[in-house]
C-alpha cells in the first residue's frame, strides 16, 4: 500500500488503540522499502505497557552500502523514545540487519533495554520466547554471501512491486505484494518458512516455552504447530504488520494498512481502536 495513503488518520476522534504488549520487527529504517510514515501513524495511534522491537529496526546492511535517512525515519527513532521516556518498557531484540546492537545486549539505550532474547509472560500464564530468528537460518549461519543475495534480490523485487503498483494505482486497484505473492506460491520459498517455522518450535521446545514470538522472515503468521504457538510479527516493508496482546493474554496479528482501509470505509472497528 502507497505510504501516504496512512497520513490522514491523524485525527484526534480516534482514540489510541490499547494494548498490553505489542511485538513488531523488521522495520529496516534506513532504506527506500522501509513504510515509515505508515509505522509513525501506528505508533501514535497505539499504546502499550510493553513493546518489544524484535530485530531488523535499523538496517545495517543497507546503510553500509548507501547512506538513507530521511526525516520520517528519524522521526520513528524519536516516537519509540519517547514513548520509553513516558513509562513504556520497550525492549530491543536486536537482528541480523542491527546486529551491530548485539554488542550493547543487557546494556539501555536511553531507556530502551538491549537483549538478546527474552521471556515474556502474557496476561493468562503462557511464556513466549521472544527473539529475532536469524540465528536459527541455516543459510544466515552457514552462507551469510547467499543472504546478501538474496537481500540485494530482495531489494530489486521491492522496487519493481513499487512500479507495478504505481500502475494499479492508476487503473485504482488494491495494493499488491509480489515478493508475498511468490512466498506463497514459489515451492523453493515455502519449503524455506515451512522448514524455519519447525526448527523455532524445536528451539521453543527446548526453551521449555508454551510459543515463540519472532521476525525476519516477512511473513505474519500466527499458528499452534505440534502444540506450541509460533507467531511472527511480520514486516514494515510489505505488510506491515504487528502482532499485540490483549488485556486478558489473547494475541492477534495487527494489519495496519488493512485497518486504515477499514476506517476510510466506515467499516466496523476492533473494541480496542476505538478505545480513548
Known amino acids: 500500500m502507497d505510504d501516504s495513503n496512512l497520513s490522514f488518520i491523524g485525527n484526534d476522534q480516534i482514540g489510541p488503540a490499547k494494548y498490553r504488549t505489542i511485538w513488531i520487527s523488521d522495520i529496516h529504517?534506513?532504506?527506500?522499502g522501509c513504510k515509515a510514515s505508515s509505522l509513525l501513524d501506528f505508533l501514535?495511534?497505539?499504546?502499550?505497557?510493553?513493546?518489544?522491537?524484535v530485530g531488523d529496526i535499523i538496517d545495517g546492511w543497507?546503510?553500509?552500502?548507501?547512506?538513507?535517512?530521511?526525516?520520517?525515519?528519524?522521526?520513528?527513532?524519536?516516537?519509540?523514545?519517547?514513548?520509553?521516556?513516558k513509562g513504556t518498557r520497550?525492549?530491543?531484540?536486536?537482528?541480523?540487519?542491527?546486529?551491530?546492537?548485539?554488542?550493547?545486549?543487557?546494556?539501555?539505550?536511553?531507556?530502551?533495554?538491549i537483549v538478546d532474547e527474552a521471556i515474556h509472560?502474557?496476561?493468562?500464564?503462557?511464556q513466549l520466547w521472544v527473539v529475532h530468528g536469524d540465528k536459527f537460518d541455516g543459510i544466515m549461519q552457514h552462507a551469510r554471501w547467499v543472504a546478501h543475495l538474496g537481500d540485494v534480490a530482495y531489494t530489486t523485487l521491492l522496487v519493481v512491486n513499487n512500479y507495478l503498483n504505481a500502475v494499479r494505482r492508476l487503473f485504482k486497484l488494491p495494493y499488491w505484494s509480489?515478493?508475498?505473492?511468490?512466498?506463497?506460491k514459489v515451492k523453493g520459498a515455502v519449503s524455506f518458512i515451512s522448514t524455519y517455522e519447525k526448527v523455532m518450535v524445536t528451539q521453543t521446545k527446548r526453551k521449555g516455552c508454551d510459543g515463540v514470538v519472532c521476525g525476519h522472515i516477512?511473513?505474519?503468521?500466527?499458528?499452534?504447530?505440534?502444540?506450541?504457538?509460533?507467531a511472527n510479527d511480520g514486516d514494515w516493508v510489505e505488510?506491515?504488520?504487528?502482532?499485540?496482546?490483549?488485556?486478558?493474554?489473547?494475541?492477534?496479528?495487527?494489519?495496519?494498512?488493512h485497518l486504515v482501509d477499514s476506517l476510510s470505509d466506515n467499516e466496523d472497528l476492533p473494541e480496542t481502536v476505538l478505545a480513548s
Open 29 to 32: 529504517l534506513g532504506t527506500a
Open 44 to 53: 501514535k495511534h497505539t499504546e502499550a505497557d510493553t513493546i518489544y522491537l
Open 62 to 85: 543497507r546503510l553500509k552500502k548507501k547512506f538513507f535517512w530521511p526525516q520520517a525515519h528519524n522521526d520513528v527513532i524519536q516516537k519509540i523514545l519517547r514513548k520509553a521516556r
Open 90 to 113: 520497550v525492549v530491543y531484540v536486536p537482528g541480523n540487519h542491527d546486529e551491530a546492537a548485539r554488542q550493547f545486549v543487557d546494556m539501555k539505550f536511553g531507556d530502551i533495554e
Open 121 to 126: 509472560e502474557t496476561a493468562d500464564g503462557k
Open 178 to 184: 509480489l515478493s508475498q505473492y511468490l512466498k506463497h
Open 218 to 230: 516477512h511473513k505474519a503468521e500466527m499458528r499452534e504447530i505440534d502444540g506450541i504457538l509460533y
Open 239 to 257: 505488510s506491515l504488520s504487528a502482532l499485540v496482546e490483549h488485556d486478558d493474554g489473547r494475541l492477534e496479528i495487527i494489519y495496519w494498512d
